[in-house]
Nanobody
Framework: QVQLVESGGGLVQPGGSLRLSCAAS????????MSWYRQAPGKERELVAA????????NYADSVKGRFTISRDNAKNTVYLQMNSLKPEDTAVYYC?????????WGKGTLVTVSS
């Protein structure tokens, strides 16, 4: 069955870094655009970063540009989110999303807490 499993979340101090991973299985990973979303308490889920199926194009929310980097390894069926210079406002549950035509899959999320 389809699975997206996020990992790498945790507690980090402001200014620190984390690397999130999302391991995919059960579908043709290399055909899907992949994205990271996040949802902070009391707020709507928002797009953080996205990458095309072959990895040739990326886009980012303005709030994370220059600090976060999305990448993928189609040989490992994994997408990553490198997060640097973290701020308290980056605290949220981060979700992995796979999207192809009318099909969309979601992971269960990993919690990132940025606090001193």
């Amino acid at each position: 069955q389809v699975q997206l499993v996020e990992s790498g979340g945790g507690l980090v101090q402001p200014g620190g870094s984390l690397r999130l991973s999302c391991a995919a299985s059960g579908f043709t990973f290399s055909s899907y655009a992949m994205s990271w979303y996040r949802q902070a308490p009391g707020k709507e889920r928002e797009l953080v970063a996205a990458i095309t199926s072959a990895g040739g194009s990326t886009n980012y929310a303005d709030s994370v540009k220059g600090r976060f980097t999305i990448s993928r390894d189609n040989a490992k069926n994994t997408v990553y989110l490198q997060m640097n210079s973290l701020k308290p406002e980056d605290t949220a549950v981060y979700y992995c999303n796979a999207d192809f035509l009318l099909t969309s899959y979601w992971g269960k999320g990993t919690l990132v807490t940025v606090s001193s």
